[in-house]
């Protein structure tokens, strides 16, 4: 048998071209399903481990994972707004402490989050360089939307426009720079965060006014001295807030009544989170309570049945792939007639070519069980990156 390794070796060795593409082939169609599930495993450990730390979440009443994929990973479809009472409302009940969250708005393509500042005591965030948001128009950048913008500390950055078309709009808000976080390997890598305050002074909810200036005197005229009205000084609204002018800014209406995406509520013990869940059950009312963990468990059960389904596909496709082999292996013997024919003139039984077909195919489906065990080892610290990209970001 050890010489039959020999030979099949040597033949292999010999036609290296045909062979090593022959390895490459299978080693690529066992490696691509395996490295898949490598990266399912990693978005759905990241997915989970982020539902895990947020017990609860009130948000408007409609799709649940909406308002989880937008409270939680800042997804582009955004959520509902509701009104700020809602986290009074909760504060209120004494069982948990909320945390808002507006996430409407987007600045250069990163999502735009107006947090207090307990929601970064919550997810564990610190500054990496600079310091935390500490009066308005400042912002904090997550680590990856820091690097991407290629922005630091002392650096500005404007906000977008709500929308375009709205000429009764607000203007785009010129914000500090004011730390960048570490990296936390979550959604909040990707986001820039504001104070709520400078969120609703974005909505145009809160403004600042330039003090009145001289009012200019027309030279005489035949219709007599004309001036410029006051009050249209007294509408210029500042686009950047300073330290000169940061005590002319104010904000209209009640607080009570401006918008917030979410509230992540945190119970302060089991009983506390099942009476405050009681409190939305009311089917009428304009927001409701998730358990993120269970959306997020319920969303991964339809992404793994679509893993199911490309299981079923790259199975497929690998046995299509085999078939291919064993056709690449049958035109090979024919072409090796002659040298079979050889080996029969030598003396030897026909047992000993099949034993030396054998001793190939077992050579090659070891060389590509090798490379395959390469390539995986390879791939799987990039894995868990893969999946915060393609899954999370």
Not at 16 to 33: E, H
Not at 158 to 178: E, I, R
Not at 349 to 377: H, S
Request: proline share 5%; net charge negative; glycine share 8%.
């Amino acid at each position: 048998m050890r010489h039959d390794f020999y030979l099949a070796w040597r033949y292999l060795r010999h036609h290296r071209m045909r062979t090593l593409i022959l390895v490459l082939c299978l080693s690529l169609i066992a490696a691509l399903p395996m490295g898949l599930h490598r990266v399912l495993d990693a978005g759905e450990y990241w997915m989970t481990r982020r539902a895990e730390a947020t017990p609860l979440l009130v948000g408007a009443r409609g799709s649940s994972v909406d308002l989880t994929l937008g409270a939680l990973y800042f997804s582009e479809a955004g959520v509902p707004a509701i009104r700020m009472q809602e986290a009074d409302r909760i504060a209120a009940t004494g069982w948990a402490d909320p945390l808002p969250i507006y996430a409407r708005y987007r600045v250069q393509g990163r999502p735009l989050i107006g947090v207090t500042l307990d929601y970064f005591d919550f997810r564990g965030l610190v500054p990496a360089q600079g310091e935390l948001p500490a009066i308005l128009g400042d912002c904090i950048l997550g680590a990856d939307a820091a690097e991407r913008l290629g922005l630091g500390p002392g650096d500005t950055l404007a906000s977008s426009s709500g929308n375009a078309f709205d000429l009764a709009g607000t203007y785009p808000l010129k914000l500090h720079v004011s730390g960048v976080l570490a990296k936390a390997h979550s959604p909040d890598d990707h986001a820039v965060f504001v104070d709520l305050q400078t969120a609703w002074v974005i909505e145009g909810l809160g403004h600042g006014h330039a003090e009145t200036q001289a009012a200019p005197t027309q030279p005489d005229s035949p219709f007599g001295a004309a001036t410029v009205g006051r009050a249209d000084a007294e509408l210029l609204t500042y686009t950047e807030i300073t330290p000169e002018n940061l005590g002319s800014f104010h904000f209209h209406g009640d607080p009570a009544t401006y918008p917030i995406s979410a509230v992540i509520a945190l119970p302060h013990d089991a009983r506390s989170a099942t009476l405050l869940r009681g409190r939305y059950l009311d089917d009428k009312s304009a927001t409701e309570i998730v358990r993120p963990l269970d959306v997020t468990r319920g969303l991964l059960q339809n992404i793994f049945r679509v893993g199911a389904l490309f299981d079923g596909i790259l199975l497929l496709v690998g046995g299509i792939a085999f078939l291919l082999v064993a056709l690449v292996f049958a035109l090979s013997l024919r072409l090796r007639q002659r040298e079979i024919e050889t080996i029969y003139l030598l003396g030897c039984a026909r047992l000993a070519v099949l034993r030396l077909l054998l001793a190939e195919i077992l050579l090659i489906a070891l060389f590509a069980g090798a490379v395959c065990t390469a390539v995986l080892a390879a791939a799987a610290p990039h894995a868990s990156n893969l999946a915060r990209h393609f899954i999370l970001s």
